[in-house]
């Protein structure tokens, strides 16, 4: 069974530190959160966005100081000068968005620009001294210092007393900690020799040993995304071992080796990133210059694919489930779609842009994959020498524009979230596509392979909503993060406007709706629109191809039973509004009353065929369906008014014959009116 997949969102920021308010605010500044946004003219695939911070270099490195990144709590971090500087990136606006996707041009309309104002972040005091690395605990209390290399001091966040309450102190060389949301142990550490469990209970300021499991470690990885600690074994010839922290466990993974043909595995070459779910190791070979992924397993762990990269100097970040590669040497990042265990598509690479926020380019100076970048799992970038922080967003606008496969671009939008960016986003550019795809008459073949992707889509957004509480399946079909389009939305936006203004020949709109007829009834027929077959026959009438439309509705290629007695109403609709020629009229009659009965409304399926003066015909169709729902008066009328005596007599014999009640039912004026066709006194 494949693991990783119902892992619980990233922590939320804890509360705020104290901060006397006659101190003077460091400078490490929030970003002014201006919504214009600002992109290079440039097409780009990958922006840097922001920046997300700006902090003094010289403060954060200097003497006793230290930068880091706690992903648990989303934070960065700099200790300096008996301070911890903290600043929440859960708060930062992305793309005009927070993290669930609500807009925030509402509060800009409330508070104004505020270009230019900076916020500092939260303080939380310590005792001077050195320090190696620091970390929150989950749920914001807690402060845990590493200030030598077998030393931790944990100190509460809100202490004006600056209190040390416990200091761990290890045998061997710490090589990393951080806390988990597991209820056995919160709290490890990983050593030179094993990695380290205990369980910290704040109230009690207790410090308490759970487990040790021992390795010989040379460096390790800890993502809190999929809760995975990946340890690199000391001279151990590329051998890894892993572990999840679970709620409820530790699990140890198998272990497993990287490609022979690497020199010695080191830190910076390996990232873990979650990717549609599934968790992945990222290493990339130096020696073969390809980046291999490792699918991780409870119980195995698969090497999925290599991927060449052609580029001595390579790290790899993920943004919105997608893959991307950083070719530092050449200065360009690669977009790679891998889903469900395939390489689904890869752009042709193009330099990374830059996205501002209440910023002008000159306000500082950057150097694009520059020496003192690091990345930060799983999307953000860190210029150590220029003191900003950036987040990477994808630019589908550009990718789209760059990529020649309309098949894998469709599929690649909609595996997109679309809260999480700015119009226009996966939906639109979706739309964009398939109108320019019929405006330039594209090959029927390739419209089809697209069509199949969109229909896919729409099938799979319903199944997720079934999946949704009551209460939350209300509004866009998959939730308001989900990209599909289905069939009344694709009518609206695409083929209803192209055929009103004219720009498509008739015959290629036709075989068009055919084909996206075709795909929807295969991969989502639940998502089938009525209206989507009306055009159909409206457009196959007008242009006189009724051949075809009986291919289409044979009675082994009926369309969807829900959208059939819908379906009969909208042709009612057209057969009574617009004007029709004779035989068209004909077919279309004959369609309408072929579609009421397999429909279910048998009952209006007779009435559509008396309307048509087919009166023998409605008593057939009566009879093989057992319609019982209507008067004998209305067949006998219908029959009276042809002023034919035998066929008011066989009338009046069927009613006797075969409808409930028989001839008790039939009243006076029926029984004279036979009397008067019996005696050929016929008088209407």
């Known amino acids: 069974m494949e693991w990783g997949s119902g892992q619980a969102p990233l922590s939320k920021p804890g509360s705020k530190g104290k901060r006397p308010i006659s101190q003077p605010e460091p400078r490490m500044d929030r970003e002014a959160t201006d919504m214009d946004e600002k992109a290079d003219e440039r097409v780009a695939q990958v922006r840097l966005a922001g920046p997300v911070a700006r902090y003094d270099v010289a403060t954060a490195s200097g003497s006793g100081g230290c930068l880091s990144y706690d992903d648990a709590n989303r934070k960065l971090l700099a200790v300096q000068d008996g301070k911890v500087l903290s600043w929440c990136l859960d708060q930062d606006k992305v793309n005009g968005r927070d993290d669930r996707g609500n807009e925030h041009k509402q509060v800009e309309k409330q508070s104004g620009s505020r270009r230019g104002r900076r916020r500092t972040p939260d303080v939380t005091y310590i005792h001077p001294g050195r320090s190696l690395g620091a970390r929150f605990s989950l749920d914001g209390t807690l402060v845990a210092l590493q200030r030598t290399d077998k030393e931790i001091e944990f100190v509460e966040q809100d202490d004006p007393s600056l209190l040390v309450w416990h200091k761990l102190k290890t045998l061997h060389s710490i090589v990393g900690f951080f806390w988990t949301k597991c209820n056995a142990s919160n709290f490890v550490v990983v050593t030179t020799n094993g990695v380290e469990l205990y369980r910290v209970r704040a109230k009690e300021r207790q410090v308490d040993p759970r487990e040790f499991k021992k390795h010989k470690v040379a460096w390790c990885i800890y993502s809190h995304e999929p809760r995975l600690l990946l340890l690199a074994k000391a001279k151990g010839a590329g051998r890894m071992y892993g572990y999840q922290f679970t709620a409820h466990e530790c699990v140890k993974l198998p272990k497993f080796y990287v490609d022979e043909s690497t020199l010695e595995p080191r830190k910076e070459d ?409 005696q050929m006194g016929y008088h209407p």
């Open 270 to 678: 390996f990232t873990t990133l979650v990717l549609y779910s599934r968790i992945y190791c990222c290493h990339f070979d130096r020696t073969a210059c390809k980046l291999s992924l490792y699918h991780l397993f409870r119980d195995t762990i698969v090497k999925e694919m290599d991927v060449p990269v052609y580029s001595a100097h390579v790290r790899a970040s993920a943004v919105d489930n997608t893959l991307i590669v950083h070719a530092m040497q050449a200065k360009v990042p690669i977009v790679l779609d891998v889903y469900q265990g395939e390489l689904q598509m890869v752009s042709t690479p193009l330099p990374i842009g830059v996205l501002l926020r209440g910023k002008r380019r000159n306000d500082f100076v950057m150097e694009v994959y520059g020496d003192g970048w690091e990345f930060l799992a799983p999307d953000l970038v860190l210029d150590r020498r220029a003191g900003l922080l950036w987040s990477l967003t994808l630019d589908l606008q550009g990718l789209a524009e760059s990529t020649s496969e309309p098949a894998q671009l469709a599929a690649f939008l909609q595996r997109r979230d679309e809260r999480r960016y700015p119009a226009p986003g996966p939906r639109a550019l979706t739309l964009r596509l398939v109108e320019t795809m019929l405006v330039e008459r594209a090959e029927v073949s390739a419209l089809s392979a697209v069509f199949n992707v969109l229909a896919a889509a729409c099938s799979a957004a319903a199944q997720s909503a079934l999946k949704k509480p009551d209460h939350e399946r209300e509004g866009a079909l998959g939730g308001p993060e989900s990209p599909c389009i289905p069939a009344c939305m694709m009518l609206e936006r695409v083929f209803d406007p192209l055929e009103s203004e004219g720009r498509l020949e008739g015959r290629y709109l036709l075989s068009a709706l055919t084909e996206y007829m075709w795909s929807m009834e295969a991969h989502a027929p639940g998502q089938c629109d009525p209206a989507l077959y009306a055009k159909i026959v409206s457009l196959s009438l007008r242009m006189g191809s009724h051949e075809k439309l009986y291919q289409l509705f044979r009675p082994e290629a009926m369309p969807p039973t829900h959208v059939l007695a819908p379906l009969a109403d909208l042709l009612l609709s057209m057969l009574v509004e617009e004007d029709w020629d004779p035989y068209s009229a004909s077919v279309l009659e004959d369609l309408m009353v072929d579609v009421s009965s397999r429909g279910g409304d048998r009952e209006q399926c007779v009435r559509l065929l008396l309307r048509q003066g087919r009166l023998l015909a409605s008593l057939r169709f009566l009879r093989r369906w057992r319609v019982d729902s209507l008067p004998p008066r209305v067949f006998l009328d219908a029959a009276w008014s042809t002023q034919d005596p035998s066929t008011y007599i066989a009338v009046y014999r069927f009613c006797c014959d075969s409808m409930p009640g028989g001839a008790s039912v039939l009243g006076t004026l029926a029984r004279e009116r036979l009397h008067q066709a019996i």
